[in-house]
């Protein structure tokens, strides 16, 4: 069976999930401190202790959108009352999606909204909205301005006004050696004409302490709900989001991240990176 081919198996089977409980849902998760497999309500157990749960994801990949599903949906059959933070949408965004999960926008009328948040296919994500609303599991953007971003990598943070940089003080491209690599290897991706690495790398630390801010600012209003975290996996794995959530003081996280051979498994990841894998049947 080709790549394609099992993609779009999985988009199918997401779409047919059913929307009202996980209860032949399985979780399994890898523990890289203690190098075993959690299965199951010993997988749910292990989470308990987290109030911010991150999970990582390759936007393109179906398997990814699964495992931030399954992740949801096992949290809200065992009453940890679930809460979908999301990279994919911007946090002045959030009066339209309050309207998605209130059933008054149709799904043909909020993709065009969706669309103007996020440039991966509705396809991949639906399952997830679909599954929100019908369960009533509130959904929060984290994500700021595009504009902003562009700005920052052009021109650097210093550039913003003061309107724009909102809680954001500071933002230098003071990293470590290992996630100043990865953006690194991002930026030759992502690579523009004129664009200054320091300034691109600005950029990045703009984008993961928002999505912090704005995730933490949410768990200590609401304490009795979890966070689910939904963003892409540089900005789940520790050196991201999690780095800025330890600055802020947030309650206790943990980050998983989906199973992908000979990037995301047992033999590449530790526990600087992240506390657990993914891992599917």
Same mark, same amino acid.
């Given at each position: 069976?080709?790549?394609?081919?099992?993609?779009?198996?999985?988009?199918?089977?997401?779409?047919? /999930?059913?929307?009202?409980? +996980?209860?032949?849902?399985?979780?399994?998760?890898?523990? /890289?401190?203690?190098?075993?497999?959690?299965?199951?309500?010993?997988?749910?157990?292990?989470?308990?202790?987290?109030?911010?749960?991150?999970?990582?994801?390759?936007?393109?990949?179906?398997?990814?959108?699964? #495992?931030?599903?399954?992740?949801?949906?096992?949290?809200?059959? +065992?009453?940890?009352k679930p809460t979908i933070a999301m990279e994919?949408?911007? +946090?002045?965004?959030?009066?339209e999606l309050n309207q998605w999960l209130a059933?008054?926008?149709?799904?043909?009328?909020?993709?065009?909204?969706?669309?103007?948040?996020?440039?991966?296919?509705?396809?991949?994500?639906?399952?997830?909205?679909?599954?929100?609303? #019908?369960?009533h599991i509130p959904m929060i953007g984290l994500?700021?301005?595009?504009?902003?971003?562009?700005?920052?990598?052009?021109?650097?943070?210093?550039?913003?006004?003061?309107?724009?940089?909102?809680?954001?003080?500071?933002?230098? !491209?003071?990293?470590?050696?290992?996630?100043?690599?990865?953006?690194?290897?991002?930026?030759? /991706?992502?690579?523009?004409?004129?664009?200054?690495?320091?300034?691109? !790398?600005?950029?990045?630390?703009?984008?993961?302490?928002?999505?912090? *801010?704005?995730?933490?600012?949410? #768990?200590?209003?609401?304490?009795?709900?979890?966070?689910?975290?939904?963003?892409?996996?540089?900005?789940?794995?520790?050196?991201?989001?999690? *780095?800025?959530?330890?600055?802020?003081?947030?309650?206790?996280?943990?980050?998983?991240?989906?199973?992908?051979?000979?990037?995301?498994?047992?033999?590449?990841?530790? *526990?600087?990176?992240?506390?657990?894998?993914?891992?599917?049947?």
């Amino acid at each position: 069976m080709n790549k394609r081919v099992m993609e779009m198996l999985i988009i199918l089977i997401l779409s047919a /999930l059913p929307l009202s409980g +996980a209860q032949a849902l399985t979780m399994n998760l890898y523990d /890289l401190k203690q190098h075993r497999v959690l299965t199951g309500e010993e997988a749910v157990r292990a989470l308990a202790p987290a109030r911010i749960i991150i999970v990582g994801e390759h936007h393109d990949d179906p398997a990814s959108h699964f #495992a931030e599903l399954t992740v949801i949906e096992v949290l809200e059959e +065992a009453g940890r009352k679930p809460t979908i933070a999301m990279e994919m949408f911007r +946090a002045d965004s959030q009066p339209e999606l309050n309207q998605w999960l209130a059933g008054k926008i149709s799904e043909a009328k909020f993709k065009p909204i969706y669309l103007d948040n996020w440039n991966f296919p509705w396809s991949l994500y639906a399952p997830i909205f679909l599954y929100a609303r #019908a369960n009533h599991i509130p959904m929060i953007g984290l994500n700021v301005p595009g504009g902003i971003t562009t700005q920052v990598a052009l021109e650097g943070f210093d550039s913003l006004s003061k309107k724009q940089r909102g809680d954001l003080q500071g933002i230098t !491209c003071n990293v470590s050696p290992e996630y100043r690599g990865f953006i690194r290897r991002a930026y030759k /991706l992502h690579q523009h004409e004129g664009m200054d690495f320091e300034r691109f !790398c600005e950029a990045q630390l703009v984008w993961d302490t928002a999505m912090a *801010t704005n995730a933490d600012a949410y #768990a200590k209003q609401h304490p009795d709900r979890t966070v689910v975290i939904m963003a892409g996996s540089g900005h789940a794995r520790k050196q991201g989001i999690p *780095t800025q959530l330890k600055k802020l003081h947030a309650p206790p996280f943990v980050v998983i991240l989906p199973q992908i051979e000979g990037e995301f498994d047992r033999k590449t990841l530790t *526990t600087e990176e992240a506390d657990f894998i993914f891992l599917f049947d």
